[in-house]
Structure formats: C-alpha cells, structure tokens
C-alpha cells in the first residue's frame, strides 16, 4: 500500500533523456501525473556529457530535450542536469515523494537497477511502457531508411557536406532523385490520359445518345410524311382526283327528247356510224 500527503499535491518525480521526444514519452509522464488525484509532476533530464558517457550519443542536444518536455501538458517543472542516479540529497532537495518509471530493471553505472534502493525505500510507482515506438526505434527507421531522407534532404538544398554524403553517392543520390521525377511525370502525363479517354468515352456516350434519338425522330417523321398512310399519300391521291375531275369534267345538263338527249359517247357513236354508213353506199355505187 502507497502512503501519500493529502494536505498538498503529491510531488513525483520521472527522469530519463528524452530524445526525439515521442508519444511514449508523453504517455509515461500522463501515467505519472495521474497517478494520484492531486500531483505535481516534477521531470529531470540528463545533460549531454552525462548521456553521452552513460548511454550514447544524441541526436537532440540537451537544450533541443529541455524545451521538448517543457511543451508537454503533463509536466509542471523541468529539473536540467539531473542526476543519473539518485541520491537522498537530491530527493530532499526538490522535495520528492515517489519516483515514477517503468518496472524494467535498468542496468547502469556499474548497477544491476539505478532505481533498486527506490523501490526498496518504497517510494518506486511503475508506469506502462508504450510498445512499438521508442528512440531506438525511430533512428532504427531513419538507419534503415538512410538513402531515402538523404535524397529528400539533397532535394531540399542540403548539401553533401552537411549530409556527410560522399561524392559519388551524392551524385547517385541526385540521379535517383531525377529518374523519380521522371517517373512523377510519366505517372501525371498517365493520369491525364486516363482522364482524357475517360471524358472522350462520356462524350462519345452522349454524342451516340442524342443519334440515336434524332436518328428516332428522322425515321420517325420520314413513316410519318411517306409511310403506307402518310400524309404524303393522301396528298398524292388528292392532287391526282383533283387531275381526273379536271380531265373529265361533269355532263352538261341536255334534253331527254330527241337526238340532243343523247350523251357525248352516243353522240360520238352515231356520228361514226354516220360517217361509216356514207362510206359504205359510195362503194356500192361504184
């Protein structure tokens, strides 16, 4: 059981390096501030030459990590220079009620677990390690991936010098760096064409759309005007009545006595017998 003051907030300490500041980090500090109702999370941070002689080198210098933990929300005081391993001193000093870290043994200056007389005082509060993101973790990406960002960063106007880059993989970087930008091009010319045929097939699409229905009303209207019905026929058969009433007009009316009753075919048919029946006595008397 964990004994804390309930007059005044409860002062925990964490402590680490905190390169390239990342969401582990910020989960671990949130688990120390919260571990009691009322805290006040107090953070140390080793400096360069005691980084560097205990664990390695680092890729944000002590300033860069300072002002990283002091933009965090769960921190209410950043302690520089703090010491690798602590002492009674120290924790008297800043006033230190429990210490906060995970449960790992950490191996160190020349101990098995910088934080066992912690733990053994009863003043150590585990927190939860964050899997699959660390420090190690990111420069394990960035080693892996070393080509990469030193081709984006050559793209972006670092030189070779600055990059640590030789001259000959400087000039393989630059080569790598414009066949991807040919290979950008041909990808965008690609997307562009697609575009294109895709716009050609939307407007082949309407153009056949609106043929076949003029194509529909032009048969449409063709059946309509010369069809078996179509008013160009009765058009037809009305001019040609109208021709016959005109080349055979109606009979005048005549008398039913005598020979002007007859109709004009009879009349023609008795002139021609007339006619034939003259002929026909001239030969006789001849």
Known sequence: MVFYPVDRPVRVYADGIFDLFHSGHAR?????????????????????????????????????????????????????????????????????????????????????????????????????????????????????DYDVYARRNLQRGYTAKELNVSFINEKKYRFQNQVDKMKEKVKNVEERSKEFVNRVEEKSHDLIQKWEEKSREFIGNFLELFGPDGAWKQMFQERSSRMLQALSPKQSPVKKEGFLSETPKTFFVLSLRCVLGQSHKKNIHT
Not at 42 to 71: I, P, Q, W
């Open 28 to 144: 671990a500090l949130m688990q120390a501030k919260t571990l009691f109702p009322n805290s006040y999370l107090l953070v140390g941070v080793c400096s360069d030459d005691l980084t560097h002689k205990f664990k390695g080198f680092t890729v944000m210098n002590e300033a860069e990590r300072y002002e990283a933990l002091r933009h965090c929300r769960y921190v209410d005081e950043v302690i520089r220079d703090a010491p690798w391993t602590l002492t009674p001193e120290f924790l008297e000093k800043h006033k230190i009620d429990f210490v906060a870290h995970d449960d790992i043994p950490y191996s160190s200056a020349g101990s098995d677990d910088v934080y066992k007389h912690i733990k053994e005082a009863g003043m150590f509060v585990p927190t939860q390690r964050t899997e699959g993101i660390s420090t190690s973790d990111i420069i394990t990406r960035i080693v892996r």
